[in-house]
């Protein structure tokens, strides 16, 4: 005798609900992930802020200069803007995320015929991914210290006089770290760094994205390091690696608070 099993339709209808819930599930995931992919890609590859301006228009004489990264492969695009008698420092300027060498919204300048005056050299300079330099992915200042170093080696090949540092934001972070590796750098002055990029972003990702913290700046965060193969943890700069050096360092924030500490030269 043979016996056939017949599934009930209440049977049926819950493992089709059961199937469509995973579908959607499933399909919020991709879509989460494939937004955070995007919204990461964003932010690592910016539109190039276009060159508008040069030292002449601020009635600077100066030369346009190439220089190579620390990692031996970037060409960076810079000016280098003499001062008229002997120089007394070469100071380099970093400009900030998405940026570029003439950093409008500070801006250089300006600033840069002040330290020109005052005698001065200046050099300012794009970062990879930025203004007309080499490179396609910015990476929040992990590479970009090595931008930063292959220019103060350049200055140092160059030219005989002290080195100091200028940066702004990102370019502010880069500076601490660069200065902390290379020990001749004798000043930097730090616009509004971070302490630590992986907070910074943390904080910031749900303010820039206009997407909800959870799970967005999350898988964010774990995809952009993967992406520009970054490690966040090692991005901290810390103004104490580097102040107890003879020079002169200034940290200060968007705020008006200023630390610093000094020692004579």
């Known amino acids: ?61 100066y030369e346009s200069a190439t220089f190579t990264s620390k990692d031996g492969k ?30 409008k919204n500070v801006p250089f300048l300006p600033l840069a015929k002040r330290l020109v005056d005052d005698g001065y050299r200046v050099i300012l300079f794009d970062f990879r991914a930025s203004g007309e330099s080499e490179g396609d992915m910015i990476t929040i200042g992990v590479k970009e210290k090595d931008d930063l170093l292959g220019v103060i080696d350049y200055a140092k090949r160059h030219y005989r006089e002290p080195v100091a540092l200028y940066g702004v934001s990102m370019g502010a972070a880069t500076s601490i770290l660069a200065a902390a590796e ?25 303010v820039w994205t206009h997407l909800p913290n959870v799970p967005f ?28 050096r003879r020079g002169r360092f200034c940290s200060f924030t968007a705020k008006t608070t200023v630390r610093f500490r000094m020692k004579k030269a």
């Open 182 to 206: 290379d020990n001749d750098v004798r000043g930097v002055i730090a616009d509004s760094p971070f302490s630590d990029l992986e907070s910074y972003l943390r904080a910031n990702m749900p």
């Open 74 to 103: 970037t060409a960076l695009e810079g000016w280098i803007i003499p001062p008229k008698g002997a120089a007394k420092m070469t100071v380099i300027f970093a400009h900030g995320y998405a940026g570029n060498r003439i950093q």
């Open 217 to 244: 700046t999350y898988l964010i965060l774990a995809i952009v390091p993967a992406l520009a193969d970054l490690d966040l943890a090692c991005l901290r700069p810390s103004m104490p690696s580097i102040v107890s």
């Open 1 to 61: 005798m043979r016996m056939e099993l017949v599934r009930t339709p209440r049977r049926t209808k819950r493992r089709v609900w059961i199937s469509a819930a995973i579908g959607v599930v499933m399909l919020g995931v991709l879509a989460c992930v494939g937004l955070s992919v995007y919204v990461g890609w964003q932010l690592t590859h910016k539109p190039r802020e276009p060159i508008t301006m040069t030292p002449k228009d601020y009635g600077m004489a």
